[in-house]
């Protein structure tokens, strides 16, 4: 009998969730991607060093604004750990534009244009980078432009039906429902699932799976912020699952039968097609109290990390310049 690890890979193409060179080296995944917090967290690690020298260098020689400086140096970071993972998997490695934009249309598409920019300079083949942005409108918006212009988008921070909807009409390549993050506010309002099949994070995104299929959108669904490996494999079948380091290990550990859940299959003829403009997208929303907490939740909590980011940067030019 094989692990499950393995098993799961014949249904849905993992993903790892990690900004850790080393750890998605030993785990052998197709695709990567990183958040903020993850590239904070490798960013913090002595092994790491090195990549957060060359950004602050790099930026330092291009920018006199120390602000501006700060963003640079941000965007070159994340580029310089995209690029290492690059090497790594053989798929696609998902960079994510700062979430203090995620309001402004404007200022995402061109944050996006220069990351895509840095990882041509770097000699990425940018075909297998997707620029991640938070599904709000104006998110969306950005990620329509960005399709029109060829470059492939992951929309995450997705935690509703309504979200899913507007980024498939938007053409976007992939959707990142988080799994975990809906079962924890759900959890909080007393709501506790005894079956992964009633848990409301899986729900959700087989819902998203269901509709896509049914009315034939090619976006990719991928779950993402899992909590347990029941979790994932309630999802097995979903297009791809993009996993922490921790339950990839304990998948590769568990050996046991792993069952198909979703495919071409998983259509439903008595759904209703969704018709969103702004106004009926922004009311579905605000109507959905845990995907609106959730959604503004998760930017605050990127946004911290990236302005923690922004604090380690300024601490090691100052130490860098001490010495």
Excluded at 6 to 34: F, P
Excluded at 58 to 73: P, V, Y
Excluded at 164 to 173: K, L, Q
Excluded at 235 to 259: F, H, M, N, W, Y
Aim: charged letters at 25%.
């Amino acid at each position: 009998m094989t692990d499950k690890l393995t098993q799961l890979a014949r249904y849905s193409v993992i993903v790892a969730d990690s900004g850790d060179i080393a750890s998605i080296r030993a785990l052998g995944a197709q695709d990567c991607t990183t958040n903020p917090t993850l590239i904070l967290k490798a960013a913090s690690m002595p092994e790491y060093a090195p990549l957060v020298a060359d950004a602050i260098a790099w930026a330092g020689q291009r920018e006199s604004d120390a602000d501006r400086q700060i963003n640079l140096t941000i965007d070159r970071l994340a580029v310089n750990f995209g690029t290492e993972l690059t090497r790594i998997v053989p798929g696609f490695v998902s960079t994510e534009v700062d979430a203090r934009l995620s309001f402004d249309t404007r200022a995402t598409v061109a944050r996006a244009e220069r990351i895509i920019e840095l990882y041509q300079q770097a000699g990425v083949d940018t075909s297998r980078i997707l620029i991640k942005i938070a599904s709000t409108w104006e998110g969306v918006r950005a990620a329509t432009e960005l399709t029109k212009k060829g470059f492939r988008c992951n929309l995450t921070l997705l935690f509703s039906l309504a979200q899913a909807v507007v980024c498939a009409e938007a053409g976007v390549f992939l959707i990142s429902p988080f799994v975990g993050r809906i079962t924890d506010w759900y959890k909080a309002h007393g709501t506790v699932a005894t079956r992964p099949e009633d848990d409301p994070g899986v729900r959700s995104v087989r819902e998203i799976y269901t509709y896509y299929k049914t009315f034939g959108y090619q976006t990719v669904v991928m779950g993402a912020s899992f909590r347990s490996t029941a979790q994932i494999l309630a999802l097995a079948g979903c297009d791809r699952l993009t996993i922490s380091p921790a339950l990839l290990e304990k998948l590769r550990a568990e050996q046991g039968d792993v069952a198909r859940v979703l495919g071409a299959d998983s259509t439903d003829r008595s759904l209703a097609r969704l018709e969103l403009d702004e106004p009926r997208f922004r009311w579905r929303l605000n109507d959905d109290a845990m995907a609106t907490e959730k959604l503004a939740e998760g930017i605050r909590q990127f946004a911290a990390d990236t302005e923690k980011l922004s604090a380690l940067i300024r601490q090691t030019k100052a130490q860098s310049a001490r010495h």
